[in-house]
């Protein structure tokens, strides 16, 4: 038990970190995780790594003591449906019988179509396939500083539009979408917790720049992901039933990789804010 009061800490490459020895009932830990979770953006808990209470991580109670430390719940989602026991843990279900298909996204942060997307996300892994269904992670600030200063200047000044709808159509989903829900966010915002900068449009749910024609601004939005997307600075997590990881969704970008054809069900936990407005990076940069 005494082992378990001091919360061990690896920092992962290129960025992460990943924990053991972690007790969601220490609130000393409870304050520490929170604040490693916006200095590193990706947070992993391997399923034997930790406890709440007797439970082990990825037990469904402790999932929500977990993502508890870093807001407010959502409890339903337009598309993604919930478990039956706690509307609060949705399911992701891909391939398979009942799953939608692997290759239904793209490196998105979560509901940044929604005028307060979701401040982190809890992943916890329940069936995988043998292999694949890697999550991988781009770091939102490392996108940002990987532009060219000539293309920082222009963005400073741009907001984009996200949209549900056209994400999810253009994610290959089954079932249409059936009404939008769409938001306008400044291109370059400011993290809410530790003010440095970070793009903030992805190729999943932002659908237009505002003030361009379609043409302009499908052109300047590749331009964007080429200057900004680094193979080198990707986080890929190969998953192990149980483990819990839990993402940054300003901080970070994510998605899984679609290289896989059985069953695959992920439970997520989504945190947010409901006074969240996303503000422009307006200074230095970081
Ligand atoms: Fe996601």
Redesign the pocket.
Known sequence: MELLSTLSISQLKPFGAKLTNVDLDSLEQRDRIRNLLFENGVLIIPADGAKAGNRPIYDEESLLQLAGIFGKLENSHPVIKSKDTDVRVQL?DTMGNTGIPANS?LF???MSWRINPSLA?VFSANILPSSGGNTCFQNANLMYRNLSPELKNKLHSMSAIHSLKEGYSRGNQPDEVKSDIASTHPVVIKHPETDVPLLYVNENFTVKLVGMCEQESAELMKCIFEEASNPDQILSHSWTVGDVVVCDNLGVQ??AKADYKEFRRMY?LVVHDSNLRLKPYVGVDK
């Open positions: 992701l996204f998105h942060s979560d996300t994510h998605l997520r």
